[in-house]
T-cell receptor, first 113, second 112 residues
Framework: KAGVTQTPRYLIKTRGQQVTLSCSPI?????VSWYQQTPGQGLQFLFE???????NKGNFPGRFSGRQFSNSRSEMNVSTLELGDSALYLC????????????FGQGTRLTVV | QKEVEQDPGPLSVPEGAIVSLNCTYSNSAFQYFMWYRQYSRKGPELLMYTYSSGNKEDGRFTAQVDKSSKYISLFIRDSQPSDSATYLCAMRPQGGSEKLVFGKGTKLTVNP
């Protein structure tokens, strides 16, 4: 069974630009969550989607947004990039209602210069 | 006070040692507890998943949850150099959301 796939793996962007990251969850998983990981703050929750609906949102500015498609694939977008947005962005998929935990992709490492 | 506290280490042990990793938490609503292993430049890998209090064993790994003390542990027996990684605890309450709250992670090095 294929795991969680995130693309691209690496990105370098300039301040002020926008970026879109993609996540394909494990087949059959309809719950997708996004996290930002930085050395100083650790893993911080961005948002969660289930069946194309945002179910939960973390404490991030409105520049961070996301969506989920009918096939459960998810994208997150960051507009007007700032240097502080440089981080590893991780996507996790879960089988809703099953006691199996969340499975992470390899992440997208975003560098803002 | 942060919801989940985890000693960042670093922790350095000789090969074959028993490793004890711990987290404390403040939210009594947490019911599901997880341990992840993260190698450098990789995504977190789910190691152990437990519900409520008790112990769970999987090979060389044992997870313990003490809800009365709001304390969880991961024990690694016969540690190997390949266990060198950052270990993250994570937890969430019961309910529909899959949102996890993470500790900051403990960096472990097992020396051959």
């Amino acid at each position: 069974k294929a795991g969680v796939t995130q693309t691209p793996r690496y990105l370098i962007k300039t301040r002020g630009q926008q970026v879109t990251l993609s996540c394909s969850p494990i087949s059959g998983h309809r719950s997708v969550s996004w996290y930002q990981q930085t050395p100083g703050q650790g893993l911080q929750f961005l948002f969660e989607y289930f069946s194309e609906t945002q179910r939960n949102k973390g404490n991030f500015p409105g520049r961070f947004s996301g969506r989920q498609f009918s096939n459960s694939r998810s994208e997150m977008n960051v507009s007007t990039l700032e240097l502080g947005d440089s981080a590893l962005y991780l996507c996790a998929s879960s089988l809703q209602g099953a006691a199996t935990g969340a499975f992470f992709g390899q992440g997208t490492r975003l560098t803002v210069v | 006070q942060k919801e989940v506290e985890q000693d960042p280490g670093p922790l350095s042990v000789p090969e074959g040692a028993i490793v004890s990793l711990n987290c404390t938490y403040s939210n009594s609503a947490f019911q599901y507890f997880m341990w992840y292993r993260q190698y450098s430049r990789k995504g977190p890998e789910l190691l152990m998943y437990t519900y409520s209090s008790g112990n769970k064993e999987d090979g060389r790994f044992t997870a313990q949850v003490d809800k009365s003390s709001k304390y969880i542990s991961l024990f690694i027996r016969d540690s190997q150099p390949s266990d060198s990684a950052t270990y993250l605890c994570a937890m969430r309450p019961q309910g529909g959301s899959e949102k996890l709250v993470f500790g900051k992670g403990t960096k472990l090095t097992v020396n051959p």
